[in-house]
């Protein structure tokens, strides 16, 4: 006798309903749907094929598109299991309703938590200092790179582009001096694309080097657009100075220099300016030197030009000369800053 195939499938759902009907409120009731949709990468919204998915005990496995289809699931809240090669498990809830349901689902391959400077760090410049992160994950790093901001994440530089994910790197403070630093560290894999990364939870401070004469530009100077603001070219040791010549560039689209002033450093000194678009010379004389101290050597004003939030400007030293009483060079170094728009 031929069995026909219809036939066995109909005594089967048959058997299925019987079994349903009998155990009637438990459970989804003897109710089932189905579920579809798509498992993707959390980072790149890619599909991820080859991914094993249950969901209220069955299971199944994403197409390469990422797409995937589970049918008899019983109703109600079920337990849903998400596994793939190179990424953390995802454990979840879904709803399932009688017949056809659509649940979509992200995977992350990890993450990435920064631990050192994580908020209220003092740094100086041209120490060197650890900065630390965890990788938590089942997937492979390929390498990590670090960046840091000096402007409260407007801009980011590259500490390193490329390096093991060791969870450790010995960075060489950079002449950013800020209050407003932070650092990122991204997990990339072997093409150099980024798939998990983490921030300092809150600003650290990079201070001036502990040793030596400069004279410095903060990379934390910031105004409001179309506004007046006033930025101070500092020094970090002020005996014995009885003069400077100073030339600072900037970009002429962002600021305007109006003038600059005397600081408490600086009281009874004369000043004379000259300013131009993108640029402001300044000279300081006396005819006694500081007898000592630190902080604001003088006050350079200036006009945020209206642009847009979060558009910067360079603050170049591009020259400076400092003198005694005797017109003497007083040997200094100088560090550059950074103007936001805020």
């Not at 800020?178 to 980024?194: G, M």
Request: hydrophobic letters at 40%; aromatic letters at 6%; one cysteine or more.
């Amino acid at each position: 006798m031929t069995r026909r195939p219809g036939a066995a499938i109909a005594i089967t759902c048959g058997l299925m309903l019987i079994a349903g009907l009998m155990l009637a409120g438990c459970g989804g009731g003897g109710r089932f749907g189905n579920c579809s949709g798509y498992v993707q990468d959390a980072t790149s919204q890619q599909g991820v094929g080859g991914a094993s998915i249950s969901i209220g005990g069955k299971s199944g496995t994403t197409q390469g598109d990422g797409s995937y289809r589970i049918t008899g699931i019983p109703v109600g809240a079920q337990a849903v299991t998400i596994s793939a090669t190179d990424y953390a498990t995802h454990s979840g809830q879904v709803q399932v309703a009688e017949g056809d349901n659509v649940a979509n689902f992200t995977l992350d391959r990890g993450t990435m938590t920064v631990t050192t400077p994580n908020g209220g760090e003092d740094w100086r410049a041209d120490d060197t200092q650890a900065v630390e992160w965890q990788w938590q994950a089942r997937g492979v790093v390929d390498h990590v790179r670090l960046q840091y901001s000096p402007n409260a994440s407007t801009t980011w530089r590259d500490v390193i582009a490329n390096t093991p994910n060791t969870g450790s790197y010995t960075w060489l403070v950079p002449q950013a001096i800020t209050a407003k630093a932070l650092v990122r560290v991204i997990a990339e894999d072997a093409s150099n694309s980024s798939f998990a990364d983490d921030t300092s939870n809150a600003a650290f401070t990079i201070l001036p080097p502990a040793t030596g004469r400069y004279l410095y530009l903060r990379s934390d100077a910031e105004g409001s657009a179309g506004s007046p603001v006033t930025v101070p070219i500092y020094v970090t040791d002020a005996t014995g100075i009885a003069g400077a010549d100073i030339t600072l560039t900037f970009g002429a689209s962002v600021l305007t220099a109006t003038g600059a002033e005397t600081t408490a450093l600086t009281n009874g000194f004369t000043i004379v300016t000259n300013p131009t678009p993108g640029q402001i010379r300044i000279s300081l004389a006396s005819a006694t030197g500081i007898a000592s101290g630190s902080g604001a050597l003088v006050n350079v004003r200036f006009t945020v030009s209206s642009v847009a939030p979060g558009t910067t400007s360079q603050l170049t030293l591009q020259s400076t000369a400092v003198y005694d009483q005797n017109a003497q060079a007083i040997a200094h170094e100088r560090i550059d800053g950074l103007f936001t728009v805020r």
